[in-house]
């Protein structure tokens, strides 16, 4: 949070640059800003204590953890001025991604983010100030699944989530990395143009 906190200041300032953090968290639940307590179920799941944090990213909440990986884009749009079309790259990056990996993904009428024959693989909440965006997307490539279950995640009781373990994918994160990395300078190139 404090390094996209201060990639986001750089650009407010007039910085002209395009970031994508690339990292993964111990597990967490966070809380976007349609998020309440109400959605979290539990905060023990096998054994474990998942705490809760507030992000202030659109959304509502969801889990982070280990196996994750996520996808943190800080980018000025303040010369296209089009939010859903950035949500559209985020996921589209990622649909990329995961085609390389032979895996078919979709958008779905339920919600932003990315699915594969209906179960959700990939999560998005962004922030937006001044056109300047932060947060990003979260790929699932083996995270414990049991996890999701503390939760009502993205607000969506029928929304059941998967993985790429889950669904028969075997793939190390730096490969999937990578691949990210590649559909990002496609995906988002016009933002990255001087």
């Given at each position: 949070?404090?390094?996209?906190e ?60 280990p ?13 296209e001025?089009?939010?859903r ?12 991604t ?10 779905d ?28 997307i ?15 995640p ?13 669904l ?8 999937v ?18």
């Amino acid at each position: 949070m404090a390094e996209q906190e201060k990639l986001r200041d750089a650009l407010l300032a007039g910085e002209n640059k395009f970031h994508l953090i690339l990292t993964e968290h111990p597990p967490i639940y966070t809380l976007g800003t349609s998020g309440t307590e109400q959605d979290v179920l539990t905060r023990d799941i096998d054994g474990e204590t998942i705490e809760v944090f507030e992000t202030g990213r659109g959304g509502e909440v969801t889990y982070h953890g280990p196996g994750q990986l996520m996808c943190y884009v800080v980018a000025d749009l303040s010369q296209e001025q089009d939010l859903r079309k950035h949500i559209w790259r985020l996921e589209e990056m990622l649909m990329r991604t995961l085609a390389d990996l032979d895996v078919i993904a979709t958008r779905d009428e339920r919600g932003i983010g990315v699915w594969v024959g209906g179960l959700k693989i990939a999560a998005a909440g962004v922030r937006c100030r001044r056109w300047v965006v932060w947060h990003g997307i979260a790929l699932n490539i083996n995270p414990k699944l049991n996890h999701f279950k503390g939760i009502v995640p993205c607000g969506m009781a029928d929304a059941p989530v998967t993985s790429l373990e889950k669904l028969g994918v075997d793939a190390e994160r730096e490969h999937v990395e990578k691949l990210v990395i590649k559909h990002c300078q496609t995906v988002f190139a016009s933002l990255l143009e001087d």
